[in-house]
């Protein structure tokens, strides 16, 4: 049974840090590309980050942000605890949202965790 479980969202005021956790259970962790997206209130969910797998060694650990992500969030993954993180820096009140972890490794195998909340208010 394959289960991802985020953790980590929670209050913070503009400006503030947030680190996102999604811990994977019943996959081959290092086969899948990790992603994170988000979907605020009335909106539609969108990609936030991408850190693809290991599977060749050209593209192990490549990593791609949506524009909004540039420069203030990062991806990472440990392959040993098959887990994957988003560090989420100089949050705004715009990147309040559901952030759900998704694993994919292709069509057939497309995994997603039941999200964690994260609300940046003052």
């Known amino acids: 049974q394959v289960q991802l479980v985020e953790s980590g969202g929670g209050v913070v005021q503009p400006g503030g840090s947030l680190r996102l956790s999604c811990a994977a259970s019943?996959?081959?962790?290092?086969?899948?590309?990790m992603s994170w997206y988000r979907q605020a209130p009335g909106k539609q969910r969108e990609l936030v980050a991408t850190?693809?797998?290991?599977?060749?060694?050209?593209?192990?650990?490549?990593?791609n942000y949506a524009d909004s992500a540039k420069g203030r969030f990062t991806i990472s993954r440990d392959n040993a605890k098959n887990t994957v993180y988003l560090q989420m820096n100089s949050l705004k009140p715009e990147d309040t949202a559901v952030y759900y972890c998704?694993?994919?490794?292709?069509?057939?195998?497309?995994?997603w965790g039941q999200g964690t909340e994260a609300t940046v208010s003052s």
């Open positions: 850190i693809l797998s290991g599977a060749t060694i050209s593209s192990g650990g490549i990593t």
């Open positions: 019943g996959i081959t962790f290092s086969l899948y590309d």
């Open positions: 998704n694993a994919r490794h292709n069509s057939y195998h497309n995994y």
